[in-house]
C-alpha cells in the first residue's frame, strides 16, 4: 500500500474549500477490514468508509455532504469497489483509481504528507506537523486526520503518537492496528502496537 511509488490513486485535490461536484453515486461491499463504502462524485472517489453496517457508512457519507444529492451506483461502480477491496484486501493493483480530494489548504499539505509514508512504517503526529514546517501545529494535524474522507488512500492510519503508541482513527482504533501490523507483516517488519 505505498502511497508513493506503488499506488493505484491518482490524487487530484480540488481548490480548498471547493465543494465536490455532485451527484455522489455511492457502492458497498466487503473487504477484510469490514464494510467498504466508496463515493463517487463527477471528477472520481471522493469518500471510502470502513465499519460494520452500511447503513451506518452511508450515514457517515450524507453528513460528510449534505448538500450534496446521493444515488445507489451498487452496479456502475462495482468496477472501482472491486479494485478498492482488491487494494485493501490484497494490495492489488488492478488500475487506477482516481480520487476527488477536498480540504482547506492545510487539510490538503497533512493529507500530501501523509501519502509519502511508506507502507510498513509509521510517523507521529508532531513528525507530521514538523515536515510541514509547524511544529506547534500537532493538534491541527490530528484535525487533519480525523477529516480524511478517503481511508486507506490517504494513510492518515500510518500517523501513532509521539511514543508509538496508537491513537484515534476515524473507523476504530482496532482497525488501525490491524492495519498496521497487516502493512508491517507484508513489509516484513515487526509491528509492536
Known sequence: MNTTS???FKYNFR??????????QFAVGQSAM???????????????????EAQGLR?????????VELQAGQA??????????????????????N???????????VWQVLCGI????TCSYSDVARDLGAPEAIRAVAGACAANV?????????VVRRDGSISGYRWGVERKRSLLKEEATKRGVEFSG
Not at 474549500?17 to 455522489?24: A, D, L, N, R, T
Not at 480520487?99 to 499539505?109: E, R
Not at 478517503?150 to 500510518?158: D, E, G, N, T, V
Open 34 to 52: 469490514g464494510k467498504v463504502l466508496i463515493g463517487r462524485s463527477q471528477q472520481g472517489i471522493c469518500a471510502i468508509f470502513l465499519g460494520e
Open 118 to 121: 511508506p507502507t510498513g512504517k
Open 76 to 97: 456502475s461502480l462495482e468496477h472501482e469497489l472491486n479494485l478498492v477491496i482488491g487494494f485493501i484486501d490484497k494490495q492489488m493493483f488492478g488500475g487506477v483509481i
Open 6 to 8: 506503488r499506488s493505484p
Open 15 to 24: 481548490a480548498p474549500g471547493s465543494q465536490v461536484v455532485g451527484p455522489i
Open 150 to 158: 478517503l481511508a486507506i488512500a490517504i494513510p492518515c492510519h500510518r
Open 59 to 67: 450515514d457517515q457519507l450524507a453528513t460528510e455532504f449534505p448538500i
Open 99 to 109: 480520487l476527488d480530494i477536498g480540504g482547506t489548504v492545510f487539510q490538503q499539505k
